[in-house]
């Protein structure tokens, strides 16, 4: 096996994601793993914080093309590429997260409050009359 490079399986154990999502990840172009001549897939670390920022990206909703996206702009900047759009694109990204990450602070506070309120139902009427 190639220097600093693992496979497949010990890729989900660290990241917690299942070996089909990883292919899946694959096929659709977001990482692209070295392969053996035996075929199985060797992965760089910076194939692992792709998969990584990419399972962040997940829960927040965001679409396989702004994943895509993303990782360009990311590429580009740690290429050294000066433009000034990568910059405004990334920024873009960190107002679409902090939006995301607001809503669902909103969601968690609301479904806190109804499992407290449904606490409070089921202590009254488990109360005897």
């Known amino acids: 096996m ?6 497949i399986g ?14 899946h990840y694959e096929e659709v172009g977001l990482v692209v793993p070295e392969r053996t ?4 897939r060797l992965y760089s670390e910076r194939d692992i914080d792709r998969l990584a920022l990419v399972k962040r990206m997940k829960p927040l909703g965001f679409s396989l093309e702004e994943m895509r996206d ?4 990311i590429d580009r900047l740690s290429a050294g590429d000066e433009d000034p759009s990568l910059a405004a694109r990334l920024q873009t990204f960190e107002r679409v997260v ?4 607001e809503q669902l ?3 968690l506070a609301m479904a806190r409050e109804f499992a407290e309120q449904l606490r409070r139902r089921r202590f009254e009427v488990a109360r005897p009359a």
Not at 10 to 23: C, D, F, K, N, P
Not at 37 to 40: D, P, S, V
Not at 70 to 73: C, K, N, S, T, V
Not at 98 to 101: S, T, V
């Open 10 to 23: 010990e890729v989900a154990e660290r990241l917690g994601l299942s070996l089909r999502t990883i292919r």
């Open 70 to 73: 993303l990782l360009e702009i």
């Open 37 to 40: 001549r035996g075929g199985f």
């Open 105 to 107: 602070q909103e969601q």
């Open 2 to 7: 190639a220097e600093g490079l693992v496979r």
């Open 98 to 101: 902090a939006e995301r990450a």
